[in-house]
């Protein structure tokens, strides 16, 4: 059995539709979606806000390259191009974590760099695992804690949006 925890993101075109066509696109591996949160662009700060949201998937037939396969499909489904890193995008999925997996290789870095300080992925993650620990890196809501308060604070929480 392999168990992924996958972080979407989209900032261009109809935002929160790319996030359903990625949860749609696991659905049949689904065990838990967080709700929408909406952040500040990070990296490259002169883009729309983004929407984000995560996804922990699982299924006895995927490793980490399938999981990393299948986000890419969805992406290119939704007509991603990748002009600028941390560029605007509609539609990103990160593979975060996939069990206790760690890989150096350069397409698919595992545990996914930058999670612990990214409220991005943090905050939505901690929803909906609260016991959930980053490999290596520790619980994710002791993560989350030691994010600053701003940071955390401009995670905002889509109150009426829904993946599902």
């Not at 890419?72 to 890193?85: D, N, V």
């Not at 980053?134 to 829904?162: T, W, Y």
Request: contains cysteine; charged residues 30%.
């Amino acid at each position: 059995m392999s168990r992924a925890v996958l972080s979407l993101g989209s900032n261009v075109g109809d935002r929160l539709e790319y996030l359903r066509l990625a949860a749609r696109g696991f659905s049949d591996v689904l065990v838990a979606a967080s709700a929408v949160y909406e952040t500040a662009p990070w990296g490259v700060t002169d883009q729309p806000d983004f929407l984000n949201a995560v996804l922990v998937v699982s299924s006895p037939e995927f490793d980490e390259w399938d999981w990393l396969r299948r986000g890419q499909r969805l992406e290119q489904e939704a007509e991603r191009t990748r002009e600028q890193r941390w560029g605007p995008r509609t539609l990103d999925v990160d593979v975060v974590t996939v069990d206790d997996v760690r890989s150096g290789d350069p397409e698919l870095l595992l545990p996914h760099p930058g999670t612990p300080e990214r409220a991005t992925v943090l905050v939505p993650w901690a929803e909906v695992e609260p016991e959930a620990v980053l490999p290596g890196r520790g619980r994710v809501s002791e993560l989350c804690g030691r994010l600053p308060d701003e940071e955390v604070a401009g995670v905002c929480r889509c109150r009426d949006l829904s993946l599902l």
